[in-house]
Nanobody
Framework: QVQLVESGGGLVQAGDSLRLSCAASGFTLDSYTIAWFRQAPGKEREGVSCITSDGYTFNVDSVKGRFTLSRDNAKNTVYLQMNSLKPEDTAVYYC????????????????????WGQGTQVTVSS
């Protein structure tokens, strides 16, 4: 059974950092793309970043230079390092996979991903 569990969210001040974790079970994460999305209150879910099995990464413009993805295959976990956080980063953050192995590139189109975690709340105060 494919399962993704996010953790690491919290309440921080603007300019602080957080590292979110996406732990996988039921499959070996190192063969698949993992993407991060977020949803702020009253807004649609939006893509943030993704990483392929080969380490190709993509970040949307609003987080470029601030957010970084990495993988720890031994722990079956992907991390989203978030630096220089802004109040507009406040949202519930979700990780997801489409279970398509060995992709060369990745995108953060919501409809591509069929397996989702439960989300972790990130709140950035000004």
């Amino acid at each position: 059974q494919v399962q993704l569990v996010e953790s690491g969210g919290g309440l921080v001040q603007a300019g602080d950092s957080l590292r979110l974790s996406c732990a996988a079970s039921g499959f070996t994460l190192d063969s698949y793309t993992i993407a991060w999305f977020r949803q702020a209150p009253g807004k649609e879910r939006e893509g943030v970043s993704c990483i392929t099995s080969d380490g190709y990464t993509f970040n949307v413009d609003s987080v470029k230079g601030r957010f970084t993805l990495s993988r720890d295959n031994a722990k079956n976990t992907v991390y989203l390092q978030m630096n220089s956080l802004k109040p507009e980063d406040t949202a519930v953050y979700y990780c997801a996979t489409d279970m398509t192995p060995f992709q060369v590139f990745c995108t953060v189109v919501t409809g591509r991903y069929g397996y989702w975690g439960q989300g972790t709340q990130v709140t950035v105060s000004s």
